[in-house]
């Protein structure tokens, strides 16, 4: 793809949003408000200002990278704009600081490269562990924890009467990354060696293992503490995905299905809020004004959608709880039929063919390594929300990248497309 074309799609979804959240106040025969030449002139100032930046700092980058981030992003501000205005200007000024922090990385790497993070890979991974234990701070304190739909994973920082609330797991997962990704490139031949064995079973030197496996446990530990379902399984998946990539050992995939399985049996058995979630999942309707009112309630919007969709601001997605966060992709599909569906995973597809991409033609293990673990923690991302709205699997709470409301989540992924960006420029140089 040419500079030219990359800078038209972002133009075009510029439109989008503006175009889009006309029709959202039109349809509520609200006329067309100040709200839609705000929304594009945000995005475009988002879009724009990391356009310049990664000409400016990765300029060899690829082309194929912005634009689907872009649509995606389009997409959902024009649907929780819908779903609570409110909540969609919030959602504005957190693509602002999102698209300044990714210029910021990309400012900060473009001497040294991403090389420069394997120095501090273990203060990367202090970094992680102190985000995930901050929501265990102390309620009433300026910045404390907070328990919000029963997990524990917010911190809400008080400015006298008015208070911001942030998920700092989102920053913890690409810490980890880092860190996971910095180790096992150093470490790969000696986990690929397995000379100990246990029977039939073959390990590697405990000295290898031990270290990666303490810090996943421990960040696991912290996060089944604060039952966080859909973070511990994105975590382990990613564990075991970056473990393989590294050692190219098929026993260490067998080892972690096996695991899944038996832990996703246990959660199932010891923690009642699991068993809940497995209940809601397979018989939704058994207790539709309780548990299972979420996930009928989508059903009924996929049910209203058709090819096409109502049409956006006809539908009724505010009848579904938290239909700006868990339940945004329903949401839509509702408002733009499987049409807008199917563009929203070919969008994604093709982030992630991008990112797998500058994953397999870098030829350092490392950056390797780090745009493949970035890359798959999309994936599972996504794949966690979608299973669990599509009703494949039991809803974890997990946020659908780029498209969901949430400032901490728009903040990490941003990131991420930073670091790729840069992996991207300095694998082509």
């Keep these: 793809m040419t500079e030219r074309a990359e800078t038209l799609l972002l133009l075009a979804a510029t439109l989008l949003v503006g175009a889009g959240t006309a029709v959202v106040t039109l349809t509520n025969e609200e006329g067309i408000t100040f709200d839609a030449f705000v929304a594009a002139t945000v995005f475009l100032a988002s879009f724009g200002g990391l356009l310049f930046a990664i000409r400016s700092w990765a300029p060899k ?61 273990y203060l990367f991974l202090a970094a992680a562990l102190g985000f995930l234990l901050l929501p265990l701070l102390p309620s009433g304190l300026p910045l404390g924890g907070a328990t919000i739909n029963g997990s524990r994973l917010w ?72 039952r966080d379902l859909g973070a511990s399984i994105l975590l382990f998946g990613l564990f075991v995905v970056l473990l393989y990539a590294a050692t190219d050992r098929p026993a260490y995939l067998i080892a972690g299905g096996m695991l899944i399985a038996s832990g996703a049996s246990g959660a199932q058995n010891v923690f009642p809020h699991v068993q809940a979630r497995v209940d809601a999942w397979l018989h939704p309707f058994q207790d539709f004004a309780g548990g299972g009112f979420q996930v ?15 049409g956006l601001g006809a539908g009724a997605p505010y009848l579904i709880p938290a239909a700006a966060t868990d339940f945004i992709f329903v949401a839509l599909v509702e408002e733009t039929g499987l049409a807008g569906g199917f563009a929203i995973l070919a969008a994604f597809g093709l982030l992630f063919a991008v990112g797998f991409g500058i994953a397999v033609r870098s030829g350092d293990p490392f950056r390797s390594l ?40 728009l903040l990490a992924n941003f990131g991420i497309v930073a670091l790729l960006s840069r992996i991207s420029h300095e694998e082509r140089t």
């Design 296 to 310: 009928a309630q989508g059903v009924f919007a996929l049910g209203e959608a058709g090819m096409f969709g109502t």
């Design 61 to 121: 980058a690829t082309r194929l990278l912005l634009p689907p981030v872009a649509l995606l992003t389009a997409l959902g501000l024009i649907e929780v704009f819908r779903i609570d205005r409110d909540l969609g200007r919030l959602q504005r000024y957190w693509l602002l600081l999102a698209a300044a922090i990714a210029m910021t990385v990309l400012r900060l790497l473009h001497g040294r490269g991403v090389e420069v993070l394997r120095r501090f890979r």
């Design 370 to 409: 780090l745009a493949l673990g970035l890359t798959v923690t999309l994936v599972l991302q996504m794949t966690l929300i979608l299973g669990g709205v599509l009703r494949l699997m039991p809803l974890t709470g997990i946020t659908l990248p780029f498209v969901s409301y949430g400032g901490s989540s």
């Design 155 to 226: 911190v809400r920082l008080d400015f006298g009467e008015r208070a911001l609330s942030f998920q700092p797991g989102e920053a913890a997962k690409v810490l980890l990354v880092v860190f996971f990704a910095s180790y096992l490139a150093e470490r790969r031949r000696g986990l690929a060696e397995m000379p100990r064995s246990i029977g039939p079973i073959r390990l590697p030197e405990p000295r290898q293992l031990l270290p990666i496996i303490l810090a996943f446990g421990v960040s696991f530990a912290v996060l089944v503490y604060q």
